[in-house]
């Protein structure tokens, strides 16, 4: 959620419809995959690398 929620509320509406696609079928994944998949740990599926990317860029932005 804590990865998501701020996503969503800033960014979402921007996002082309293929994104926000991607965000919503993203939401019915399992927390720990989606944790992994942002972290790098785990290989990120190819239907959701651009929306982790996305949300990766994101929260990198909001903390520099």
Known sequence: DLLLIPFF???????????????????DCAD?????????SEEIPSAFAPII????EYHQNQTC
């Open 32 to 40: 720990p995959d989606i944790y992994n998949w942002y972290l790098g």
């Open 9 to 27: 509320e800033q960014k979402f509406s921007q996002l082309s419809p293929t994104l926000q696609k991607s965000f919503v079928s993203l939401l």
């Open 53 to 56: 990317n996305k949300l990766r």
